[in-house]
T-cell receptor
Framework: DTEVTQTPKHLVMGMTNKKSLKCEQH?????MYWYKQKAKKPPELMFV???????INESVPSRFSPECPNSSLLNLHLHALQPEDSALYLC????????????FGSGTQLSVL | TQLLEQSPQFLSIQEGENLTVYCNSS?????LQWYRQEPGEGPVLLVT?????EVKKLKRLTFQFGDARKDSSLHITAAQPGDTGLYLC????????FGAGTRLTVKP
């Protein structure tokens, strides 16, 4: 299994909603990543978890809250988002924290109304 | 933060043409990766280059890592419409930040 699975594929939420994005991999990878990608832009790194510990937080607003329950799962909890947070949210994993080879999921397309 | 610059930003060519895209930085990388991303999907790893001067070939794609490990190029021979996509380079060194990408369109 070389897949990174993200759910949901699409999400529409209001600014007062609370929602969560989920990511799962069963490759035994020990590092997992969240990226945000706006239309026609490259992915921007948000968070990195290495061995289930948060190792990088790219000054992301607190309305985005990551969680890594175990080495196979990564969540991104969303609360009080703004319309400008609408984007494709990509999860990735790599064997370890050196990030030499990233495997990406297909992303969650998020729209904040 | 190591800045990766990619050029050109946009490229539109006819099927059968050759092209080269570039990824440059002032920093030295231990390795550099090239990815291709199609609309609505996540990036897919094409290649990792590690050694300065290294050349890797993947069918019609040729990747080169600069001798000083600060830059890389991707050459596509006889481009096909299926090559259309966003080509991203990313540098290792304990983070994974992407260049701005080259958006390639190959017209039939």
């Amino acid at each position: 299994d070389t897949e990174v699975t993200q759910t949901p594929k699409h999400l529409v939420m209001g600014m007062t909603n609370k929602k969560s994005l989920k990511c799962e991999q069963h490759m035994g990878h020990r590092a997992m990543y969240w990226y945000k990608q706006k239309a026609k832009k490259p992915p921007e790194l948000m968070f990195v978890y290495s061995y289930e510990k948060l190792s990088i937080n790219e000054s992301v607003p607190s309305r985005f809250s990551p969680e890594c329950p175990n080495s196979s799962l990564l969540n991104l909890h969303l609360h009080a988002l703004q319309p400008e947070d609408s984007a494709l949210y990509l999860c990735a994993s790599s064997q370890d924290g050196t990030a030499e080879k990233l495997f990406f999921g297909s992303g969650t397309q998020l729209s904040v109304l | 933060t190591q800045l990766l610059e990619q050029s050109p930003q946009f490229l539109s060519i006819q099927e059968g043409e050759n092209l080269t895209v570039y990824c440059n930085s002032s920093s030295v990388f231990s390795s550099l990766q090239w990815y291709r991303q199609e609309p609505g999907e996540g990036p897919v790893l094409l290649v990792t280059v590690v050694t300065g001067g290294e050349v890797k070939k993947l069918k019609r794609l040729t990747f080169q890592f600069g001798d000083a490990r600060k830059d890389s190029s991707l050459h596509i021979t006889a481009a096909q419409p299926g090559d259309t996509g966003l080509y991203l380079c990313a540098g290792d060194n304990n983070d994974m930040r992407f260049g701005a990408g080259t958006r390639l369109t190959v017209k039939p």
